[in-house]
């Protein structure tokens, strides 16, 4: 039945008019051939950007605003600059930032460090291709929290005013990946890494062209992003402590320990979180929400582990002490999981020390270590390249256990075949902890407003656009732990 409000209904606007209300008002098939092809004219001008505008009707093309832009090479490679938007289209979302989290993964592109092995390690087309990005104008940043400013034409997700969180990995919901339940993997996330696959959003003074770090940039005053990039959230919460929960260190971390997409942490397990910056600290609550028993930290920085404590480890290690060093470390592990249960003929543990097949160690692992960009101004692990700790991470595992990898190592790394094959481990690649964005994202917001998740003992430096690249200093330097810029 029609009312008032069908958009059929006589007095609506040729763009708005359906075969059905120009039926049920009784005009004639040619009338409604013409109305048609009026609506098809209007929806080709509105793809062409035409009516892409914000809730105030204003266009965003032509608005000036600020961001940090890394260009070229060098320690002076990035530089806050003034920008202009470009008109948008299609699948954009045009975001006013309010927060972004200053990513330990962003420091080489943001300060431009160079390190020798990187260029031993690059192959030739690996080289061309690193060019290639050095010679654009790129606005640094993996995402964020935000008001949506306007929407192309296609955009159904959101709308100009709402709420949402820039997601540092998409979900289309359509690709190969996400309609296998995989969409950690979406296959958006990988032409958005490549140069052709960026889209210019914005232009310097000069008229250089502006693109978006992974196509959602972050460390600007707007964000302009793809759909398949942006989550709805519903929450009044602080912008720091908001984007503390949905920073891609946060949903990685809460992703590997609670949402279930590539390994289910069981009920009252036995979990170790290898490396306690951001992404491990958001791993240690997220175990604690999903009820483990015993949650055991290890990192070298002291201040780290006691902030382990605050999100909830039940048990903190430093692998620099004595006796907590190499295979000593897991065996420390091992044992202090064996005494939760050591009677096998009460579900416990075969307990044969460091043997393949022994029942003791964590059930669950976070690997969130990885390598070191330059060295810590305050505790150095024993590894820096990362390698070390993510194969202690499988080591220390029972023999039902599952590991999930979540940080950036560099070299290589191997396993025993028969233990890799036969010993009943399984080990996961944790891109955004294998979490699914639109699903999980709004969880994390309400572990935050419920009170679940704790934000303060990983916030440790909010600070405004304009001290990002000094911050910088400290982010890889691992002087502080997350640091958010706030707008």
Sequence with gaps: MGTNNDPGDAGSSPATVSRRGLLKNGLAVAGSVAAMAATGAARARVRAGASAQTASGTPVAGRKFRAWVSRGDGPNRTTLQQLTLRPIAGRQVVVRTEAANLCYTLSQPMLGIDRPADDVNLTPAGRALREQFNSMAIIQGHGGVGIVEAVGPDVRRVKPGDRVCVSGTPQCGVCYACVRGRSDMCQFLFPANTPAGMTI???????????????????????????????????????????????????????????????????????????????????????????????????????????????????????????????????????????????????????????????????????????????????????????????????????????????????????????????????????????????????????????????????????????????????????????????
């Excluded at 505790?379 to 940080?407: A, F, K």
Aim: aromatic share 6%; glycine share 12%.
């Design 201 to 487: 959003v914005a232009e310097m003074r000069d008229g250089t062209p502006v693109y978006m770090n992974s196509q959602i940039g972050g460390f600007g005053e707007y964000m302009v992003t793809v759909e398949e990039w942006v989550v709805p959230i519903m929450t009044h919460a602080n912008a720091a402590e908001l984007e503390v929960a949905c920073a891609c260190t946060s949903v990685a971390g809460l992703g590997a320990t609670t949402s279930q997409g590539i390994a289910v942490m069981p009920p009252s397990a036995s979990a170790a979180v290898m490396g306690c910056g951001p992404l491990g600290l958001s791993a240690i609550q997220g175990a604690r929400i999903a009820g483990a028993k015993m949650i055991i930290a290890v990192d070298p920085i002291r201040v780290r582990r006691e902030a382990a404590l605050k999100c909830g480890a039940t048990h903190v290690l430093d692998p620099n002490q004595d006796g907590y060093q190499g295979d000593r470390l897991v065996a420390k592990i091992r044992e202090l999981t064996l005494q939760a249960n050591p009677s096998m003929w009460g579900g416990g543990f075969y307990d044969n020390g460091n043997a393949a097949f022994g029942g003791a160690g964590p059930d669950f692992v976070v690997e969130a270590v990885g390598a070191e960009w330059v060295p810590p101004t305050l505790e150095r692990g024993p590894d820096p390249t990362g390698i070390v700790p993510m194969r202690q991470s499988y080591d220390m595992l029972n023999g039902t256990g599952h590991v999930v990898m979540t940080s950036l190592p560099t070299g290589d790394i191997s396993f025993p075949a028969g233990m890799f094959a036969l010993a009943g481990r399984s080990c996961h690649a944790g891109q955004a902890g294998g979490c699914s964005p639109l699903r999980d994202i709004p969880k994390f917001v309400s572990f935050l407003d419920n009170g679940s998740f704790d934000p303060k003992p990983i916030l440790t430096a909010p600070i405004p656009l304009e001290k990002v690249l000094e911050t910088y200093n400290e982010v890889v330097h691992r002087a502080t732990i997350l640091a958010v810029m706030v707008i």
